[in-house]
């Protein structure tokens, strides 16, 4: 469509009139530091809780009991918020001498919140930590693989807003065929080619025919939605003992590592599906940072002209990691029916591929970073589910809305500078 | 044209073939088949075959009848054949005129239905296309809806004004609050760059969980009720009946109208409208030329977010005034967007497409109802169309029309390069 332009440049910030050797320093951090501060102060001292906070630390079926912490609510709520204001002290003191505030300065102060918030809602009740973070890592997970095919795409320069679409097209061929041959495998496998089946329409219609990448990802979501939805209520709602009980994967525990205390029992007790993402985060992230096809990829997306003048084959580079981005975005479809829920429901997916695409650019365009985006994603929804059992002090409603508010002040750059590939959304014409 | 360039005049190389006239009618077939407008109609017919494609294919009916395709294939042909018919013809039923009715009154009112359906996909689909128009991707219809029904309806259902008076307060109030939601998106696109598609995602779910905390226990909250449901909205605001009660059309289609008129005149004849296109058009040069782009960019979304806002408030005073749940866009925000893709971002192209899509929404609970077919084949329709009219070179292929500006077929035998190096 020649009405849209494509990705919009925005003006660059006012800065072209200084002197080019003055060191510009961004006062972003410092800022939402303080805000965050300010939030904490109010919520822990100004209207802390009286109580005990008890955060359960074992499960019973551990090799290894921990006691649980009983932590004063109040008390911790203080130390934890002066802790923070001497971070954001610090973040001031280091930006007027210059400086960046260091990402993983940013992180602790992140970490630190989180524990003085959750302290301060648990106060009389028990928390139980591994089952907040083992459900955290299960909603995580089709985040954490839509996001990283959202990256590749993204990194070989095709805006992939079809990720939603990927995922539903993965979750309804895997409930399917795990259903009629009754091997969850086969399941996985046919999740990856329903992902890649909808890549190829996204990749055919905006590499061959130019149409606005956006575009495209948004009206294959909808196409995708029909198609389920229509297959769904048509075939497989009648038939559903035959078509839709798809055998989900065992849990395997591995040896060792699954009884280190706390995270053990998160993250090697799970599925097959889990263990393959922990490979794939890895080897996305060694592949398109360490390997030449990772370099071939990244140049196609950041300056196609280039990458097609030492001979590299923009359109078919791009045509071919952007199916392969619909194949682990499958994936992580098939976990919705194979992994967690069991059975293939109507729009099932609920809006997880635009949060993973959220994770993408809140991760900036990088795998680990957005993985670990993900994960907050899925920890912050699984809080709400915790805190509603034990009675909020915050509606739910807050604390759902909290991943998407946190994903704008991303965007708007209050977390670090974000650019994305350059040539991301922009169709390779050869002339 | 190389057609009306007429014979070329260079005679360095005398194998070149001349190329013949064609007549008037064949340049006549040409414009009509290269043009946009048999684009969208061929889209449209491709779409509707692939969706009886989907609808044959998992019929009961014919899934019996093929299995004695080889004694009796004729079954399965008519099957087919009652199977997509009655499909389609249960949503034309559903959406323009239903023949089993006895009257002309009660035979119309399909059409009145569909018109109904039309109007927020208008209004929403003009907020959407006046965005495209600047360049930029409002997929924040869900959340501007909600908004602005969350400010309206609370005006609608809370505040006691005279007839009329109160009908135009709580519009005002929708319309500014489906501006301010857009207008944060504007806002933040100017000072930051963050880009338009992330953040009206992300405000949509934002929106989308502070209206249900407001109906669960803010402000817009049934007093009494645990239901999360607004209370119903005054009469005083409500919109009247076009046509009487027997039929759901109301004043709203008034709006639709006006708002297209409106944006017709924003777009193509006001001051700001021409610094919006030349925004949409190339940035940097309307930079270079002395516009605002960050100011364009926040206008563009006032407006674009007030429109939308308008096809929100329109749910809450027209089509549902016994009050609102935070499904109130029902999906209106999303399909927007199709409509303004299938219109082409010209308002009255919106209007089209909207009066078409509301005719696939009314058909399409229709067809569910009387033939079984689930609704969301009209999903599967309605993406096919904005698919096919996207890629216009895809149609062309499929029913081997010619390409804009190529030359027609010779008359002479092509002599191709093989043969000529011989």
């Known amino acids: 469509m020649s009405t849209v332009a494509p990705a919009v440049q925005p003006a660059s910030p006012a800065a072209d009139h200084r002197p080019e050797f003055e060191v510009v320093t961004s006062w972003k951090a410092p800022i939402a530091l303080g805000i ?13 809780r009286e109580g005990i906070s008890t955060l359960r630390l074992s499960t019973s079926s551990d090799l290894i009991q921990l006691p649980d912490l009983e932590l004063p609510t109040l008390v911790t709520g203080i130390v934890i918020s002066v802790l923070l204001l001497l971070i954001t002290g610090v973040s001031v003191w280091m930006v007027r001498s210059k400086r960046r505030v260091p990402i993983w300065l940013i992180s602790v102060f992140a970490v630190l919140f989180l524990i003085g918030f959750l302290v301060w809602a648990a106060a009389g009740e028990t928390i139980p930590v591994p089952g907040l973070l083992f459900g955290s890592l299960s909603l995580a997970v089709p985040l954490i693989f839509g996001a990283l095919g959202g990256v590749i795409s993204e990194r070989v320069g095709v805006v992939n807003i079809a990720i939603e679409g990927q995922l539903l097209a993965g979750a309804f061929t895997s409930a399917m065929v795990a259903s009629l041959t009754n091997q969850p495998l086969l399941g996985l496998v046919a999740a990856m080619f329903a992902g890649v089946l909808v890549s190829m329409v ?9 149409v ?19 297959l769904y209520s048509q075939v497989m709602a009648p038939n559903a003992e035959l078509l839709n009980q798809p055998p989900r994967f065992e849990r395997i525990n591995i040896p060792l ?39 071939r990829l990244r140049s196609v997306g950041e300056h196609p002209q280039a990458a097609d003048t030492v001979g590299i084959n923009v359109a ?31 729009e099932m997916t609920a809006g997880a591929g635009f949060i993973a695409l959220a994770a993408v650019i809140f991760g900036r365009w990088d795998p680990i970073r957005a993985t670990l985006a993900a994960l907050l994603f899925g920890f912050a929804s699984n809080l709400q589910n915790v805190l509603s059992v034990i009675g909020s002090p915050v509606p739910s409603e807050f604390m759902l809305m909290l991943p998407y508010v946190i994903t704008i002040a991303a965007v708007a750059g209050f977390v670090g500078t974000s650019r994305g590939p350059a040539a991301s959304g922009k169709p390779y014409i050869k002339s | 044209m190389s057609a009306t360039q007429g014979p070329p005049t260079a005679t360095g190389t005398p194998a070149t073939p001349v190329p013949e006239q064609p007549s008037r009618w064949n340049q006549a077939f040409r414009e009509i088949t290269t043009g946009n407008a048999i684009i969208s109609v061929l889209a449209v017919v491709l779409a509707l075959f692939v969706g009886g494609i989907m609808i044959a294919f998992t019929n009961d009916g014919v899934q019996e009848a093929a299995g004695y395709f080889f004694s009796r294939p004729g079954d399965l042909l008519r099957e087919v054949w009652y199977s997509v018919s009655g499909a389609y013809s249960a949503l034309f039923q559903g959406s323009v005129y239903n023949f089993r009715r006895d009257s002309f009154a009660a035979g119309i009112k399909p059409l009145t239905e569909t018109l109904t359906f039309a109007t927020p996909l208008i209004m929403a689909g003009l907020g959407v296309a006046l965005g495209f128009r600047v360049g930029m991707f409002n997929i924040g219809g869900r959340g501007q809806m909600l908004i602005a029904a969350a400010l309206g309806g609370w005006v609608g259902f809370a505040v006691d004004l005279p007839y009329g008076l109160h009908m135009v307060a709580a519009l005002v109030a929708g319309v500014l609050g489906g501006a301010l939601w857009g207008g944060i998106v504007g806002l933040l696109k100017a000072r930051t760059g963050a880009h338009e598609v992330i953040t009206t995602i992300m405000l949509n779910y934002v929106a989308f969980y502070l209206v249900s905390y407001l109906l669960r226990e803010g402000f817009l909250k049934t007093p009494g009720s645990n239901n999360p449901k607004s209370p119903a ?18 004043f709203g289609f008034i709006l639709a109208i006006a708002a297209t008129i409106f944006t017709w005149w924003l777009l193509s004849r006001s001051n700001l409208g021409f610094q919006f296109r030349a925004v949409g058009l190339n940035p940097h040069a309307a930079r270079v030329a002395g516009i605002s782009v960050k100011r364009i960019y926040v206008y563009a979304m006032l407006f674009s977010g007030g429109l939308i806002g308008l096809a929100g408030i329109n749910q809450v005073l027209g089509t549902t005034t016994s009050g609102f749940g935070a499904g109130l866009d ?23 497409a909207g009066i078409l899509f509301g005719a696939f929404k009314a058909g399409g609970f229709s067809m569910q109802a009387a033939e079984g077919v689930p609704i969301d084949i009209v ?20 029913f081997r029309l010619p390409a804009p500006g190529s030359a027609p077929r010779r008359a002479l035998p092509n002599v191709t390069q093989e043969v000529a190096a011989k």
């Open chain 2, 233 to 250: 909205t005054k009469v005083t605001a409500v919109f009247p009946d076009l046509l009487g009660p027997t039929y759901t059309l109301h």
């Open chain 1, 212 to 230: 606005d990448q956006v575009i495209v990802g948004v009206v294959l979501n909808v196409l995708v939605i029909g198609v389920t939805g229509f």
């Open chain 1, 257 to 295: 590592l699954s009884e280190i205390p706390i995270i053990g029992p998160v993250l090697f007790r799970q599925t097959l599906i889990v263990y393959i993402m922990y490979v794939a985060v890895a080897v996305v992230y060694y592949g398109l940072f360490h390997t030449r096809w990772g370099l």
């Open chain 1, 36 to 48: 965050f501060t300010v939030v904490a102060f109010l919520l822990f001292v100004a209207f802390g």
């Open chain 2, 330 to 352: 029902s999906g209106i925000g999303f399909d927007a967007i199709t409509v303004a893709l299938l219109g082409r971002s010209k308002p009255w192209g919106v209007f089209a």
């Open chain 1, 202 to 210: 996204l990749a055919s219609f905006s590499i061959k025919y130019f």
């Open chain 1, 316 to 346: 078919r580079t791009r045509f071919w990691n952007v199916s392969l981005a619909g194949a682990i975005v499958g994936l992580g479809g098939a976990y919705f029916t194979l992994g967690s829920v069991g059975a293939f429901g109507k």
């Open chain 2, 379 to 398: 999903l599967v329709v309605q993406s096919l169309i904005v698919l096919f009219i996207a890629a216009p070179p895809l149609v062309r292929a499929i």
